[in-house]
């Protein structure tokens, strides 16, 4: 099999249209990439497209809609993604959100951060998996984080959407294990067909994530707002050491995108660059093949 390159290369990245998402795709962009990036936001979909042409110095990059937090959207995105591609060589798992307002649930029920997080970027690979294997080799990118440590004693795998016990910032870290575990899982059943799925950590990054948006806003009672001042799972960000900039938050992306030096390496999880020992609660792969069983079950529940 011939040897990866990405001039030339088609890349998928998603949530492009802002903070590690937009960088990753101007760097990859001016190594020779045909970037494709989503936006669920058409406004600024359109506003992140200019720039990432006029610093890339390629016209060749395009948005495409896709929201996360709707399967009907991830299966139509994937149509129209194959109708126009015949390829792809990189997929990177980039969009990711932190609620902060109380407990919400995607439009198909899911609680949000586990269904945009993991859910989402499960089944939207799942549906691009045959090109990505006609393309190989190729790669899959996802992103997780050290925000995985929250998570200290795993899945709760009775109340996985946290109906019972819902702590949001907590909820977080464990929608960044169920990345590793997904990783790692992926890159067991991918093993020998030329595919390498990594997780990455960009590092504590100045981004929109967490930020409240317009289309986000939904009537909420007061107890919401009060328990969002409360939330005993809010991490200290103080204890954090100053935030990366962008540019630098992207680095690990790019580099596992698209370097020579990470050829053949699959299932491991980089952190500047490098990949890095995880906790033995995020390398417990009978814990990922059962969030993969449960993920399974819980998108086949959907209406198609």
């Known amino acids: 099999m011939a040897s990866f390159q990405i001039d030339g290369s ?64 991830i299966r139509a995105f994937a149509a129209e993604y194959l109708a126009k591609f015949d390829r792809l060589d990189v997929l990177v798992n980039n969009a ?22 993991h859910l989402g970027h499960f089944l939207l690979t799942d549906l691009l998996l045959d090109t990505l294997r006609a393309s190989a080799p190729a790669r899959i990118v996802n992103l997780s984080s050290h925000g995985y440590l929250m998570a200290s004693e ?68 007061a107890k919401q707002k009060k328990d969002r001042l409360k939330d005993s799972s809010r991490p200290d960000l103080s204890k954090l050491p100053p935030p990366l900039a962008v540019e630098d938050g992207a680095k690990t992306s790019v580099y596992v995108a698209s ?16 990949p890095i020992e995880i906790t033995p609660v995020a390398a417990d792969d009978t814990a990922a093949r059962r969030l993969w069983e449960q993920s399974e079950k819980l998108i086949a529940g959907v209406a198609a």
């Open 154 to 221: 795993g899945l709760d795998f009775d109340d996985l959407q946290h109906v019972e016990n819902y702590q949001g910032f907590l909820l977080y870290g464990h929608s960044k294990l169920c990345n590793i575990y997904f990783t790692r899982e992926l890159a067991r059943r991918l093993e020998g067909t030329g595919i390498s799925v990594n997780a990455v950590h960009p590092g504590h990054v100045v981004t929109e994530l967490g930020r409240d948006r317009p289309e986000d806003e939904k009537p909420r009672e």
């Open 96 to 117: 990711g959100i932190v609620n902060s307002r109380g407990r919400a649930e995607t439009a198909d029920g899911f609680e949000v951060m586990f269904g945009v997080n």
């Open 259 to 274: 370097s020579s030096e990470v050829e053949g390496v699959t299932g491991a999880y980089f952190d500047c660059c490098k």
């Open 10 to 73: 088609t890349v998928l990245i998603t949530g492009g249209n802002t903070g590690i998402g937009k960088e990753t795709a101007v760097q990859l962009a001016g190594m020779g990439a045909q970037v494709i990036f989503t936006s669920r936001n058409a406004e600024r979909g359109a506003a992140a497209i200019a720039e990432v042409r006029e610093r890339s110095g390629r016209d060749d990059v395009e948005v495409m809609a896709l929201d996360l937090a709707s399967i009907a959207s």
